[in-house]
T-cell receptor
Framework: EAQVTQNPRYLITVTGKKLTVTCSQN?????MSWYRQDPGLGLRQIYY???????DKGDVPEGYKVSRKEKRNFPLILESPSPNQTSLYFC??????????????FGPGTRLTVL | DQQVKQNSPSLSVQEGRISILNCDYT??????FLWYKKYPAEGPTFLIS?????DKNEDGRFTVFLNKSAKHLSLHIVPSQPGDSAVYFC????????????FGTGTRLKVLA
């Protein structure tokens, strides 16, 4: 089954404790992206990757890191999480090309709480 | 600065009637516009898209209209069904960065049986 998987689905942590949220897709997609969803703010793009070893900042990259060493994986790293990073996170992937004819598939989400 | 705005946080419609969800944008450099649907505890799913060179795109019960001069797009669902109850996000992608997506804040649609 074609899918985007994220782990963990739920995480409660404390301020300053480094964490990684993993994302994997089995559709051989070139493009992958991370978003956060917050009440009243919708979805905001954190980072995206056009292919292996090629990443770029979205609208809200502060406090996050990413890496794309393999095509299928795109982990999101929070080196020193803070309470304002409490959010619902989504990973997504799609084939290369324009957004018009290349559907973006989303993972099920990771709910992160930073105390 | 919110470049993509959905000014109605919620909308209720009777089953069988038309649902109209609206979206406004400020950046004239957006080339692609998309609508996503999101159910609770799931990721968003793609619904329909339109290019800036078109003013209408239709897919079954879903039609997206684009008014470039007004920087406005709308999603029409006809007829509305209870299963359409979800949060709908519009999104835009610019010419200069087709891997960038700017999303609106979402509209919660409730279709009443």
């Amino acid at each position: 089954e074609a899918q985007v998987t994220q782990n963990p689905r739920y995480l409660i942590t404390v301020t300053g404790k480094k964490l990684t949220v993993t994302c994997s897709q089995n559709m051989n997609h070139e493009y992958m992206s991370w978003y956060r969803q917050d009440p009243g703010l919708g979805l905001r793009q954190i980072y995206y990757s056009m292919n292996v070893e090629v990443t770029d900042k979205g609208d809200v990259p502060e406090g996050y890191k990413v890496s794309r060493k393999e095509k299928r994986n795109f982990p999101l790293i929070l080196e020193s999480p803070s309470p304002n990073q409490t959010s619902l996170y989504f990973c997504a992937s799609r084939p290369a090309g324009t957004p018009l004819n290349n559907e973006q598939f989303f993972g099920p989400g990771t709910r992160l709480t930073v105390l | 600065d919110q470049q993509v705005k959905q000014n109605s946080p919620s909308l209720s419609v009777q089953e069988g009637r038309i649902s109209i969800l609206n979206c406004d944008y400020t950046n004239s450099m957006f080339d692609y516009f998309l609508w996503y649907k999101k159910y609770p505890a799931e990721g968003p799913t793609f619904l329909i898209s339109i290019s800036s060179i078109k003013d209408k795109n239709e897919d079954g019960r879903f039609t997206v209209f684009l008014n470039k001069s007004a920087k406005h797009l709308s999603l029409h669902i006809v007829p509305s069904q209870p299963g359409d109850s979800a949060v709908y996000f519009c999104a835009a992608s610019p010419t200069s960065g087709t891997y960038k997506y700017i999303f609106g804040t979402g509209t919660r649609l409730k279709v009443l049986a």
